[in-house]
């Protein structure tokens, strides 16, 4: 090493002043260090170990009496959880059934409601049935034997009737008119007048066919009558019924 400038000369001497830096900058516990730290351990355990003992102690050190109250409220608390869930089993039971309940009854006033439009005219309808045909070119058939068909129909069960275009309800008129042919309800039907009746067909065919019945009045007018079975009639026609004056529902 050179004077004045105390740098090393050697490589050598450059290692071992790097290594003593390094050893003078490295930290070193000491033996206060170790003491503290160790203190610190005993301490937490200590804690840990007090908390533990004061649980169990609680419990340890109480009575037969309060260890029997405490067993007795706990009973209790999970008795009462136990009431309280099958009330909510027994309600959402009531609620499910109630529903049910009204599901069902709704179902079935719509369907009475749906009957009721059908029977009443207001609705279309379809179903098995017949088509009849009268032919009257002069105009001779009569209004009251126009009627007697749509009777003979009903008496043979028919639920739905349509004469021309208009539908036929317990209402309906038929009348004559002054130059020949029939109205109904007002409208006239021309000729040929097609008549379109839903029910069942092998009832009310022969029952149009009876010896004096309907398809003799018309060939007594000087018309023509022909039925034939169908097993899809549809009726598009509907009545457009009148507001109450005088009537009301009892209540």
């Not at 516990?29 to 170790?34: D, E, F, K, P, S």
Request: glycine share 8%; net charge negative; charged share 25%.
């Amino acid at each position: 090493m050179k004077e004045g400038t105390r740098t090393p000369d050697t490589p050598e001497q450059q290692r071992r002043h790097w290594a003593r830096l390094v050893a003078a900058l490295r930290p070193r516990a000491t033996l206060t260090q170790v003491i503290v730290g160790l203190l610190c351990l005993l301490l937490g355990l200590s804690i840990v170990m007090q908390v533990r003992q004061h649980d169990e102690d609680s419990l340890e050190s109480a009575s037969q009496e309060e260890l029997v109250r405490l067993l007795d409220e706990s009973g209790r608390h999970v008795a009462d959880l136990e009431a309280e869930n099958a009330e909510l089993d027994r309600t959402l039971e009531t609620l499910q059934s109630g529903h049910e309940d009204d599901v069902a009854a709704q179902n079935a006033a719509q369907e009475r409601l749906t009957d009721l439009e059908i029977l009443a005219g207001t609705s279309p309808a379809q179903g098995r049935g017949v088509s009849i045909t009268i032919t009257d070119p002069a105009g001779s058939v009569r209004a009251p034997t126009v009627l007697g068909v749509i009777q003979e129909l009903r008496n043979a069960g028919a639920e739905v009737i349509q004469v021309g275009e208009v539908r036929v309800v317990a209402s309906s008129s038929v009348t004559s008119l002054p130059a020949g042919g029939v109205a109904v309800d007002g409208q006239e039907v021309p000729s040929p007048m097609m008549v379109l009746a839903i029910g069942d067909p092998s009832v009310m065919e022969p029952a149009l066919k009876i010896p004096g019945g309907a398809a003799d009045s018309v060939a007594a007018d000087g018309g023509a009558f022909s039925v034939t079975a169908q097993e899809e009639v549809r009726i598009d026609a509907v009545a457009e019924l009148a507001e109450p004056e005088y009537s009301e529902v009892v209540k």
